[in-house]
């Protein structure tokens, strides 16, 4: 069978009607001297595709193959591909397909942060060419981001870690997550149940924290070792007083956090660690003087070494995600859309059966 020139996605081709997406076929970006091609198995279905596809980050060049959570197996290599991959290596890509590879923050495992970083959904090449995701049957990137994925997990169930998973583990990594810390995971959606069960993994103390006690059960089912529910018990933040070393905010929005309480329940040098990417139109507003001994900053999804880290980490511990696994194809993908708008999913959706619809 020839090499196909053209690749197939379902994609979203109109931002107003995103719970409509069709088939397409489109030309892939040129291989470049180190670009793979993957024949994508499955792939997780992040609330960064959702923002894309309803158009809530702005608009993307059209069609939008969304999907950025994607396992899929090596079946092309650039002629100077040199991290030794193989093909046939079946390999994870998250949120990022490029970075230049030769500044002082890509030379720091911070790739992730850099400046001519291309991300795998929709995003521009220095052509002008618009990144496709793991919503189609093949996907091509920069070999430094595919990334090999150890014998034994699972592709559907782990597919989340790659991005939603790194997201939440970076920055309890980078912020000392371990024994004898006390580590608030706010916000138990998509992101937060992975980063309960990571927490955990880790050895802290874990405080899930939710407005209501709806994901009490849940919560405890994960790991936690606490539940705190802001919106049913008033006087929270005072029996909590000087409480956590760090909080990782994996909210959706942050329209519903009180900065200026939020910051009482820390200790003195606590962090609060937001990854949310909500609305472009959101803005944030603290009272300087709560943040008194307390810092708050953001993090953005994890370097390649640390996805490495993670995918280990998920094999010793047996940290399995909440997985719901549907058939791809287009009324399945714009179905999967709309439960996300009413937060019907528990916790994680994964598009599978990608050879029955390419």
């Not at 006690?213 to 936690?224: E, Q, R």
């Amino acid at each position: 069978m020839a090499y196909p020139e053209t690749f197939s996605g379902i994609a979203i081709l109109d931002n107003k009607d995103y719970t409509h997406p069709k088939k397409v076929d489109f030309e892939p970006k040129v291989l470049g001297d180190h670009d793979v091609d993957l024949k994508v198995e499955c792939c997780g279905v992040c609330g960064s595709d959702h923002h894309m596809a309803c158009g809530a980050w702005g608009e993307s060049a059209k069609p939008t193959v969304l999907g950025h959570e994607v396992i899929g197996t090596v079946v092309k290599l650039g002629p100077k591909c040199n991290t030794g991959l193989k093909i046939g290596d079946r390999v994870g890509v998250g949120a990022q397909a490029f970075a230049c590879l030769e500044c002082d923050r890509c030379k720091s495992d911070n790739e992730q942060y850099c400046r001519k970083c291309v991300w795998t959904i929709g995003a521009p090449y220095a052509d002008g060419y618009s990144s496709k995701g793991g919503f189609g049957n093949y996907v091509r990137l920069h070999e430094h981001f595919a990334v090999p994925i150890p014998e034994g997990l699972d592709s559907a169930t782990i597919a989340p870690l790659l991005c939603g998973g790194i997201t939440v583990y970076s920055p309890l990594l980078r912020n000392g997550c371990g024994p004898d810390k006390k580590v608030g995971i706010m916000g138990i959606g998509g992101i937060g149940h992975m980063g309960i069960m990571l927490t955990k993994a880790m050895g802290a103390e874990v405080y899930a924290i939710s407005r209501s006690n709806a994901k009490k059960d849940d919560s405890f089912k994960l790991g936690a070792d606490h539940y705190i529910a802001t919106k049913e018990e008033p006087d929270w933040a005072t029996k909590y007083d000087d409480t956590l070393d760090l909080v990782i905010i994996c909210a959706g929005s942050l329209t519903d956090i009180d900065f200026d309480i939020l910051p009482k329940v820390m200790k003195v040098g606590g962090k609060i660690i937001s990854i949310a990417a909500p609305d472009a139109s959101e803005k944030l507003e603290i009272n300087p003087f709560g943040l008194l001994g307390v810092s708050i900053a953001n993090s953005g999804i994890g370097s390649v070494k640390e996805i490495k880290q993670l995918l280990q980490l998920a094999k010793e511990k047996d940290i399995k995600p909440w997985v719901e696994q549907v058939p791809m194809g287009e009324d399945a993908l714009g179905q999967v859309f709309a439960r996300m708008d009413k937060g019907d999913v528990r916790y994680r959706f994964t598009m599978v059966d990608y050879d029955k619809v390419f």
